[in-house]
């Protein structure tokens, strides 16, 4: 863990520590939910192209995926979410997550 303070001024260490928090709450969360017959899925997004980041001029930093795209495959995979879904992570796609 010092590690990651040394080299990179807390970056990845933030990033890392909040995907840690949000699988833990979608771990916990659907456990405590298990009688309720809710089904409990955490949703990537993607880097989704806004006005926000034309400014940005970085490999990995733009992307082809626009808004609509990305709502209409959140929207449908949070729909059609199956109770096999339950405590995973999946991408706008519905693609499953590591």
């Keep these: 863990m ?55 001029n970085l490999p990995g930093a733009m992307s082809d995926i626009q808004s609509i795209e990305t709502v209409d495959g959140i929207l449908n995979n949070i729909v059609f979410a199956k109770e096999n879904l339950n405590e995973k992570c999946i991408a706008w796609n519905g693609d499953v997550m590591p």
């Design 2 to 56: 010092m590690n990651a303070f040394e080299i990179n001024a807390l970056g990845p260490f933030c990033y890392s520590s909040s995907k840690c928090t949000l699988g833990m709450v979608n771990s916990i969360s659907t456990k405590e939910s298990v009688n309720e017959g809710f089904t409990m899925v955490a949703v990537h997004s993607s880097i989704v192209t806004t006005g926000v980041r034309l400014d940005l």
